[in-house]
């Protein structure tokens, strides 16, 4: 049965860094295309990155230069690296896997509990 869940969240100040992880079963992340989502108070789920199965990556503005997608394809794990973390970033984190097709990604039904990340002024 698909099981994701994530890991590595926490409470860091401005500038400070964390790495999540996503670790997986019953699917393969080298095969299919993956992607971390996040969640904040009164807003909606957005995509952060997300990574093809030939490991093309896209991010959305608000996070570029600043997080990195990647993969450990021999323990089946996806992660999120994330640098000079400002307080905008706090909010449950989400990994998923899915379908890649023209730089845009589409979830899959499977969801993992999330990590909550959360970054102090």
Aim: proline content about 3%.
């Amino acid at each position: 049965q698909v099981q994701l869940v994530e890991s590595g969240g926490g409470l860091v100040q401005a500038g400070g860094s964390l790495r999540l992880s996503c670790a997986a079963s019953g699917i393969t992340i080298g095969i299919n295309a993956a992607g971390w989502f996040r969640q904040a108070p009164g807003k909606q789920r957005e995509l952060v990155a997300a990574m093809s199965t030939h490991e093309s990556t896209t991010y959305a503005d608000s996070v570029k230069g600043r997080f990195t997608i990647s993969r450990d394809s021999a323990k089946n794990t996806l992660y999120l690296q994330m640098n000079n973390l400002k307080p905008d970033d706090t909010a449950v984190y989400y990994c998923n896997t899915g379908a890649w097709s023209y730089l845009t990604y589409n979830p899959g039904p499977y969801w993992g509990q999330g990590t909550q990340v959360t970054v102090s002024s």
